[in-house]
């Protein structure tokens, strides 16, 4: 029994540290190895401890949800759209109370909302919110997700509320190998936790954002501030964002910040929550017979809507992947006015039952272009789509390969520009003044196929050129003479390997010493980094074992391009440092600041992890700084930025 508790404890910590502090301190195979002995154990004892892991396991269905009474009514909140609906709200708490109040803001989650409840110190239950007096039992459900604890150190009867969420990236994993795709996060959530079955509840991989005591039997908390400390102290997920506001001025500030920064989550908000923060405030502003006067749920714009699907076009990428383009009825969305949205491939066109003449779920966030999620409406009209059976661009052949189709015409004119427009991009050669119009008129006038012949181009060819005189021309040549030069991440970015990104291209550069290392690599040898899987791998082999690809780059050598190699720094300022810059720098653009990082010997990072080591803050920093803070990574500002740097 002493080999279990210790198994249990552990496991529950590795957990904790996994699920709520998003920092895991061991690997799989580790809590795998730690995990199946707890198993053995438990099967040669007969015994299982209260908080064992092992009861986090989807269960057998059960026949139907049993009702749960709230110790306390879990209230819904009332809805503000505009600053002036903000206002009239803080208005009528002035009538009831003229004092000045102290609010906080807090992220509205778009799940669902569940309460948990404890006695003695472990859990017994958890229950949806149902009409806020009675709710549906759902601890089967509940069980199977991993981000709260199953005994805590209180020796009451507690009630905890927060929101069942599915995050984004899971969403977006179930739905690569589901039959059925889930149309969005909310809806996946309701699905799994309003499902009999728990196996399907585990199978969408649930987390739990806490952010209420709902009752407690001993003990007071004070405010809110108070309310998510306690809850962070005993083990449960608290999303950082907390900003407490002294008026309503800095309320909006607050809300314009979370509609701001919403994009860079991994979890579907659809507002903020403002809140009274005095506890003792809040008795006296009472509830209505539907909402508490201390809170209200300020909503942003939709950004999902139902519309027409007219028809679906199919583009040829730089890779020669086709990716379908869905042309819709025009529809407002998120404060523009939607005409397209993408589709992944011709499976995503199947697995979501899309039509011509359908209604579609759009959604649309982060400036991305639309996306479809699903079909709402089909009708007798509705007609089937179709894969192409020739390329669009050239009428060549088609090669399926997985889920997606390619032209593997090398000189295809879409592919062709698209993949030369991408060499010439700031994150690649760096070409000054290049676009795609002039990939195209290159292209066709010129016969530039390959990113070799930029190098090769002549004025007089040039000058035959619609809109080319002669000062344009000079430009053209002398800013891809200044491109001969290129950082090895630059390069890299530049060839347009297929699954390699600015992020991948940059660890590459770090970890091969140069491109003939590179070419030279092993799939076994790339997987080995970090965020590298097989697929990745394989991209990246596979185009250095191409002949043409070889060939090309040697092509470019001997016209004189040159690749400037990464030199790690031995000595300076932020040796061995792994930096994560957030928000506006005054100073700095994002890349000259992680360019200076570099030359003095660190590594920034897109995200802080549990391998940050600093954070550099400037203005208007949001999630990333809130989870260095709940890491307690060091934080420094620009201006200490700037000490550091000038020594």
């Not at 991993?146 to 179930?174: H, N």
């Not at 995200?607 to 203005?619: D, P």
Request: hydrophobic content about 35%.
């Amino acid at each position: 029994m002493e080999r279990m508790r210790r198994l249990v404890d552990t496991l529950n910590r590795y957990a904790y540290e996994y699920y709520v502090l998003d920092a895991p301190t061991v690997s799989d195979k580790e809590y795998d190895a730690l995990y199946d002995e707890l198993v053995r154990l438990e099967k040669q004892t007969g015994e299982r401890l209260a908080d064992s892991p092992t009861r986090r396991v989807g269960g057998e269905p059960v026949a139907a949800f049993g009702k749960h009474e709230h110790i306390r009514r879990l209230y819904s909140l009332d809805k503000a759209l505009t600053k002036e609906e903000l206002e009239a709200f803080g208005e009528r708490i002035g009538k009831i109370d003229p004092r000045p109040v102290e609010y906080t803001v807090e992220y509205k989650f778009d799940g669902l909302t569940v309460c948990l409840t404890y006695e003695g110190g472990k859990f017994k239950g958890a229950a949806t919110r149902g009409n806020g007096v009675v709710g549906e039992d759902v601890t089967a459900q509940v069980l199977t997700v991993k981000s709260f604890p199953l005994t805590v150190d209180y020796s009451g009867v507690l009630e905890v509320q927060g929101e069942a969420i599915m995050r984004l990236s899971a969403l977006k994993k179930y739905n690569e190998t589901a039959a059925e795709p889930l149309k969005n996060a909310r809806n996946a959530v309701a699905g799994a936790i309003r499902n009999l079955d728990p196996k399907v509840t585990a199978a969408r991989r649930l987390d739990i954002m806490f952010y209420n005591v709902n009752y407690m039997s001993s003990g007071t908390l004070k405010s809110q501030t108070d309310c998510v400390e306690f809850l962070k102290a005993h083990g449960f997920k608290v999303h950082p964002f907390l900003r407490v506001c002294k008026n309503l001025e800095e309320v909006y500030a607050a809300i314009e910040e979370v509609d701001r920064t919403r994009g860079d989550l991994d979890i579907l908000t659809d507002g903020a929550v403002v809140k009274v923060n005095d506890f003792s405030v809040r008795e006296e502003l009472g509830a209505t017979d539907k909402f508490p006067r201390w809170a209200i749920a300020y909503k942003f714009e939709a950004e999902e809507v139902t519309t027409l699907l007219k028809d679906v076009v199919w583009q040829v990428g730089r890779t020669g992947k086709l990716t379908p383009l869905a042309l819709l009825d025009p529809v407002e969305l998120a404060g523009a006015t939607v005409k397209k949205a993408t589709l992944n491939n011709y499976g995503d066109i199947v697995r979501k039952g899309v039509k011509k003449g359908a209604r579609v779920l759009v959604r649309r966030s982060n400036e991305v272009i639309p996306e479809i999620l699903g079909t709402t409406e089909t009708g007798e009209g509705c007609e089937e789509i179709l894969p192409p059976e020739t390329c669009p661009s050239c009428g060549r052949p088609l090669s399926e390969i997985g889920a997606n189709l390619f032209c593997t015409n090398r000189d295809c004119r879409d592919r062709v520009i698209y993949s030369v427009t991408n060499f010439c991009s700031k994150d690649g050669a760096n070409i000054e003044g290049f676009s795609e119009m002039t990939a195209a008129q290159l292209y066709d006038e010129l016969g530039v196929k390959k990113f070799s012949d930029l190098y090769a181009l002549e004025k007089e060819s040039l000058l035959k050129l619609e809109g080319f005189k002669s000062k344009k021309a000079d430009n053209l040549l002398k800013n891809i003479a200044g491109a001969k030069k290129i950082r090895f991440r630059n390069f890299l970015y530049a060839l347009g390997i297929e699954n390699v990104g600015k992020k991948t291209a940059g660890d590459l550069a770090k970890r091969f010493i140069d491109i003939e290392a590179l070419q030279n690599a092993k799939v076994e040898d790339l997987t080995a980094m970090d965020d590298v899987g097989e697929t990745v791998a394989e991209s990246i082999a596979g185009y250095f074992r191409d002949g043409e690809n070889r060939a090309e780059i040697d092509r470019l050598f001997s016209l004189g391009v040159e690749i400037e190699y990464e030199k790690t720094a031995e000595e300076g300022v932020f040796v061995g440092q792994k930096v994560v810059l957030t928000g506006s720098l005054s100073q700095f653009t994002r890349g000259e600041a992680e360019e200076i990082v570099r030359r003095l010997g660190g590594e920034p990072q897109s995200g802080v992890t549990k391998t940050t080591t600093l954070v550099v803050a400037g203005e208007k920093a949001g999630s990333k700084l809130d989870k260095a803070k709940a890491l307690g990574i060091k934080i420094i500002g620009e201006e200490e930025f700037k000490s550091l740097i000038n020594g």
